[in-house]
């Protein structure tokens, strides 16, 4: 096989890596496993960028955090701590995908998938981190796995939907992203309290319990 980047045109292409890109900042080792164990398995040929994902080595370590992921994030209070640490990882790692999926033949087009990608990402992971914030207030934890699930599911759906309708994903994209700016916005306390304590977990500082 000559590689998914001969199988697809440019709106195919984009579509990929945007949704690398978005995935990366809600679950990326689903993303980086699915896609890889997609390649893997002849579903679909990745383009050269990102047929590393396809390695045995790869699959088993995105697979074991994927796994660990899914776990991580229906605990209250575990999820958003988990989240925390994961904004210096999902962002970066969604321009890296991204400018796999599309800078195999131009530097100047990996730069821009880059960021795009790392955009899609940071957009994502904080309204992924705003919303967790939010939902970690109630008292009960069914929400928080509602959520969770919710997500869980969303991801795969985008991820397919990107592969298999890329028209139908760049609208839903949009609508995506438009509803995560719009839920940011009306939750601004929580989004607050995530800088905040974002900043005091990466300073290595405690705030007070209480004022």
Known sequence: MEGFRHLLDTPQLLALAAALGWASGVRLYAAVFLVGAAGYFGLIDLPQGLQVLQHPGVLAASGFMCFIEFFADKIPLVDSMWDMVHTVIRIPAGAALAAGALGADSQAMGWIAALLGGTLAATSHT??????????????????????????????????LAATHPAIFAIALLLTLVGAVLLMIVLVKFLRIVIQKSSEFFAGNRSPQGN
């Open 127 to 160: 309204a992924k981190l705003t919303t967790r914030a939010a939902v970690n207030t109630s008292p009960e934890p069914f929400s928080n796995v509602a959520v969770s699930l919710f997500e869980d599911g969303f991801v795969v759906f985008m991820l397919w």
